[in-house]
């Protein structure tokens, strides 16, 4: 059974740069077929889509926060990472990681609570 | 981008009763959209995919309908584990693939 563990700071400051981790276990990053994924959830509100990274290593980025986003792969550690640059209080959400399949979201994490917050 | 909006915000029923939820496209996306079940405190589990089929493990009470830029997913029947909020996305013009606001289903 695929397993995805969102990992990272839950504090962040002003104008730094937000970096999780998700670990994949029951499965392997470099499946093909399937994209690696990161949502986030404003608390209280809807979801919105970051980008994703394909098992081949190309990388798709909402044109919102393309300019600050950064999603990479660790296949030693069979893990993946988003890096957000120049937090704002905006920022502050739930964020998950997702393996997609066909763009669709069959599994998730359980979900980190990032605050934005000097 | 692709604006999903979705009706009614909220609708409360009983269990039992039937729902319909909405949710339309600012433009065509074919059939290239799922339906999503989220609960408090948890992450959202996909229930519809391409409009009508049901995901694995997902119960014969939930299906979709629709194409192009109105879609429906109807529970047949609600039982207590389905009162949520239920969110429609698209993947037919990506990036970004885009979530609809939601529609929460309450206990009436």
């Known amino acids: 059974q695929l397993q995805l563990q969102e990992s990272g700071s839950g504090l962040v400051k002003p104008s730094q740069t937000l970096s999780l981790t998700c670990a994949v276990s029951?499965?392997?990053?470099?499946?093909?077929?399937?994209?690696w994924s990161w949502i986030r959830q404003p608390p209280g509100k809807g979801l919105e889509w970051i980008g994703y990274i394909y098992h081949s290593g190309s990388t798709y980025y909402n044109p919102s926060l393309k300019s600050r986003v950064t999603i990479s792969v660790d296949r030693s550690k069979n893990q993946f990472s988003l890096k957000l640059s120049s937090v704002t209080a905006a920022d502050t959400a739930v964020y998950y990681c997702?393996?997609?399949?066909?763009?669709?979201?069959?599994?998730w994490g359980q979900g980190t609570l990032v605050t934005v917050s000097s | 981008e692709i604006v999903l909006t979705q009706s009614p915000a909220t609708l409360s029923l009983s269990p039992g009763e039937r729902a319909t939820l909405s949710c339309r496209a600012s433009?065509?996306?074919?059939?290239?959209l799922a339906w999503y079940q989220q609960k408090p405190g948890q992450a959202p589990r996909l229930l519809i995919y391409d409009a009508s089929n049901r995901a694995t493990g997902i119960p014969a009470r939930f299906s979709g309908s629709g194409s192009g830029t109105d879609f429906t997913l109807t529970i047949s029947s609600l039982e207590p584990e389905d009162f949520a909020v239920y969110y429609c996305?698209?993947?037919?013009?990506?990036?970004?693939?885009?979530f609809g606001p939601g529609t929460k289903v309450d206990i009436k």
């Open positions: 029951g499965g392997s990053i470099s499946s093909g077929g399937y994209s």
């Open positions: 433009q065509s996306v074919s059939s290239y």
């Open positions: 996305q698209q993947r037919s013009n990506w990036p970004p693939v885009t």
């Open positions: 997702a393996r997609g399949q066909g763009s669709y979201y069959p599994y």
